[in-house]
């Protein structure tokens, strides 16, 4: 990624952190201000879109960073750390939003009717949000899938606390527990995306297209080719290619970085190793 794309995202992310802060200020007023326990579940998560906005901004940045004597490889990785950030603070709010919720419940509260009002308001920016996350990196994702939760819960709290205003509190704890229920099932299947991402595991999707492009566009049979997943459109690992024997050191050079570019269009680098024909 260039320079230019690099100063292209830093307005975005500013767009999506302020966005996320104005949501997040209307949920608040709802749950705090008047009683919602649905809506301070809305809330807290609220605030944690936010907190995890800023990280992975800071890290799907750091990521861009071109190769250096520490990291010979570039940085794609770090995008990680956006999402591991993200992680730890929607599980930090559950699991502090699980306790508060079963002593509410234990000791009764009351939903104002202007609870719902003001997380409804505090949906809209959140819309604009998630368009703006939408192919914007691998970070960005993690949080535009959280972000998502933020729609539902939107609709879960309206619903609920309006019912909590007008019927009984307990439709509005109801409410509540749906959201944490939802928010710990998006947290499971994040974490295991995350982990098979970081698991270097082999493109199958992609070798065949590797094989069939090499020996159309450079002429050459492919040995053996071991691939691994850096981040979503990147991969590294090395390639075997056969020639004839007695091909020269140089042609054998001049072949080798035709493969290199040929496969960098597909995303990948490579080391490549020339053998024999016959070997």
């Not at 509260?109 to 719902?116: F, L, N």
């Not at 914007?136 to 609709?155: H, Q, V």
């Not at 069939?212 to 691994?228: A, D, F, I, T």
Request: aromatic share 8%; no cysteine.
């Amino acid at each position: 990624m260039g320079k230019g794309s690099r100063d292209l995202e830093l307005p975005r992310s500013l767009v999506i952190v302020l966005l996320s802060a104005l949501g997040g200020l209307l949920k608040i007023v709802g749950g705090l201000v008047y009683g919602s326990r649905a809506a301070l579940v809305d809330a807290l998560t609220s605030v944690v879109n936010l907190l995890s906005a800023l990280a992975v901004s800071r890290f799907e940045y750091m990521s861009t960073r071109p190769p250096d004597r520490d990291h010979h490889y570039g940085h794609y990785r770090l995008f990680a750390g956006g999402s591991i950030a993200a992680l730890i603070l929607y599980s930090t709010v559950g699991g502090a939003m699980i306790v508060e919720l079963a002593f509410s419940v234990t000791r009764g509260y009351e939903v104002h009717i202007y609870a719902p009002l003001y997380t409804a308001l505090g949906v809209v920016p959140y819309v604009l949000a998630i368009t703006l996350s939408k192919g914007a990196g691998r970070s960005y994702e993690t949080y535009a899938k959280f972000t998502y939760i933020e729609l539902i819960e939107g609709a879960t709290v309206v619903t609920s606390s309006l019912g909590g205003a007008l019927v009984s509190y307990f439709i509005d704890a109801l409410g509540a527990s749906i959201l944490l229920t939802y928010l710990y099932f998006e947290i499971a299947m994040e974490t295991r995306e995350l982990v098979h991402l970081v698991s270097d595991r082999a493109p199958t999707h992609i070798l065949s297209e590797v094989s069939r492009k090499l020996r159309r566009e450079v002429g050459v049979g492919v040995k053996q080719l071991r691939l691994r997943e850096v981040v979503p459109g990147r991969y590294q690992g090395d390639i075997t290619i056969a020639l004839p024997r007695g091909t020269s050191i140089e042609q054998a050079h001049i072949v080798a970085r035709k493969v290199e570019e040929a496969l960098r269009e597909l995303g990948i680098d490579v080391v490549v190793h020339v053998e024999p024909e016959d070997l």
